[in-house]
C-alpha cells in the first residue's frame, strides 16, 4: 500500500485555528475530497491524517472522516496525557480501528523539557498497552528531550515530525545532525519525511536546500524507518502538493524499489497498523529481521 503518512483536514473556523496566517490559502476546509485528487495524481492509495486542533473533539472528528472516507487509512489524534483520565480516554479512542496514535504540539510548549515531565511521561507510558503509537512534533531545540524520551521508552513506537523541523532557511545544520543520529540511535523512534519546504524559504527554495538534511535522515534512520508524508494543505504556504511530492519521489530514486516502497507507503503501514491493528510485537520497530 502507498500512503501519505502526514496530512491534516480540517472545517476553518478563525477561532478554533488561530495559528492559521491570515490571507493565507489555508483559511479554507481542507476534506478528503480535496485530497483524493491529489493522492491520485501521486500514485498513492491513502493516508493519515493527523490531529491539527488539542482536543478530544478533534480526534473524534478525524475518525468521523475516516468512517466516511477509505482513503483515510488511520488517525494520530490527541488525547491530553497529563490528564488523571488519560488511560479511560485511549481506551475509548482505541476502540476504532483507524485509531492509530496520538500526538501533542509540543513544539509550541515553552519549556524544553516539557516531554520529561512527570505528567506527560506517565500518559505515554500508557500507550503501549493500547498499541498506540506516538507522534513527536517538536523543533530542532527540543531534540534532547525527545532523545531521552526514547530511551526511557525503548519499547514505545515513535515517529519524528517534519525532520524536528531544522533551520532549512537559514542553512544551519548543527547542532541538529548530531542530535538526529543521537536520536536514530533508539531503533524504535523512526522519521517522516516531511514539513521541509515550509521551513524553507517560501517564495524562493530549490530542492539543493534539503539535500543537505535528506542525507542526514537517510543515512541516519535508513530506508526501513523513513516515511513520506506531505503536510498538505499546511505545505501550500510553501507549495503545491506535487512539488512536496517530487522533492522526496526525486530524491528517494537513490534508494531503489524496495526502498521506495517501504518510504512511501510500506514503513506508515508498518507503524500505524494498516490494514488493521498492530499486535504488540508488530508495534516493534526497527529495521526487521
Keep these: 500500500m502507498c500512503l501519505d503518512a502526514h496530512q491534516h483536514f480540517w472545517t ?3 477561532m478554533e485555528y488561530a495559528w492559521i496566517p491570515k490571507g493565507s490559502p489555508l483559511e479554507r476546509d481542507w476534506l478528503p475530497i480535496d485530497l483524493a485528487p491529489l493522492l491520485a495524481r501521486a500514485g498513492l492509495d ?5 490531529q491539527a486542533r488539542q482536543t478530544v473533539t478533534e480526534s473524534h472528528r478525524l475518525l468521523s472522516l475516516a468512517d466516511r472516507s477509505t482513503l483515510v487509512k488511520g488517525v494520530v489524534g490527541w488525547v491530553d496525557l497529563r490528564s488523571e483520565g488519560v488511560e479511560e480516554l ?3 479512542l482505541s476502540k476504532h480501528p ?14 524544553a523539557n516539557f516531554m520529561l515531565g512527570t505528567d506527560f511521561l506517565r500518559g505515554v507510558g500508557n500507550l503501549r498497552s493500547f498499541n498506540l503509537t506516538y507522534d513527536i512534533l517538536i523543533y530542532a531545540k527540543q531534540l534532547p528531550a525527545a532523545i531521552e524520551l526514547a530511551r526511557r521508552f525503548p519499547e514505545q513506537p515513535f515517529v519524528l515530525d517534519h525532520l524536528a523541523k531544522p533551520f532549512i532557511r537559514e542553512g544551519i545544520i548543527s547542532p541538529w545532525r548530531e542530535q538526529i543520529r543521537e536520536l536514530a540511535k533508539s531503533g524504535n523512534v523512526m522519521c517522516k519525511v516531511s514539513g521541509m519546504v515550509t521551513e524553507a524559504d517560501h ?17 541516519a534512520f535508513g530506508e526501513d524507518r523513513l516515511m513520506y508524508g506531505s503536510d498538505w494543505p499546511v505545505c501550500l504556504l510553501a507549495g503545491s502538493y506535487e512539488q512536496v511530492f517530487r522533492l522526496v519521489d526525486g530524491f528517494t ?9 517501504k518510504i512511501f507507503g510500506g514503513n506508515a503501514a508498518r507503524f500505524y497498523g494498516v490494514p488493521g491493528r ?9 529495521p526487521p529481521s
Design 12 to 14: 476553518y473556523s478563525e
Design 98 to 111: 483507524k485509531f492509530a496514535g496520538v500526538r501533542h504540539v509540543v513544539q509550541d510548549e515553552p519549556d
Design 203 to 219: 517564495a524562493s527554495w530549490k530542492p539543493a536546500d534539503f539535500k543537505p538534511y535528506l542525507d542526514v535522515v537517510f543515512e
Design 278 to 286: 498492530r499486535d504488540a510485537s508488530a508495534a516493534q520497530q526497527g
Design 90 to 92: 485511549l481506551a475509548e
Design 46 to 50: 491513502g493516508s493519515i491524517a493527523v
Design 253 to 261: 530514486r537513490q534508494s531503489g524499489p524496495t526502498g521506495r516502497e
